[in-house]
Nanobody, 117 residues
Framework: VRLVESGGGSVQAGGSLRLSCKAS???????????IGWYRQVPGKERELVAI???????IYADSVKGRFTISRDNTRRTVYLQMNSLKPEDTDIYYC?????????WGQGTQVTVSS
């Protein structure tokens, strides 16, 4: 499985962005049974969970993004999305897509999100 991310960029506070992560090479049963979702990391700090699917439909969000970010999936395309609304400067980070059986062991290349005040 290879994770290919897209989206990200620079926006002003209050704006929106959408990230996409395609799990290339994953058969449907594998895609549905693994954890997949988004983490973020500032250089020098630990990678933290933003929003993930734990199983096909159960979602987990960081408290800091609840009500602002929404994770969704398209099983046909083996793709997960992260819709980020009401962005804040503190959301500035490198966002990584992660995939794995109980915790991610495959990572995407990361995509930069920058929110200016």
């Amino acid at each position: 499985v290879r994770l290919v991310e897209s989206g990200g960029g620079s926006v002003q506070a209050g704006g929106s962005l959408r990230l996409s992560c395609k799990a290339s090479g994953a058969i449907l049963s594998v895609f549905n049974s693994n954890i997949i979702g988004w983490y973020r990391q500032v250089p020098g700090k630990e990678r933290e969970l933003v929003a993930i699917f734990s199983g096909q439909s159960r979602t987990i969000y960081a408290d800091s993004v609840k009500g602002r970010f929404t994770i969704s999936r398209d099983n046909t395309r083996r793709t997960v999305y992260l819709q980020m609304n009401s962005l804040k400067p503190e959301d500035t980070d490198i966002y990584y897509c992660g995939f794995g059986p109980s915790r991610p062991d495959i990572w995407g290349q990361g995509t930069q999100v920058t929110v200016s005040s």
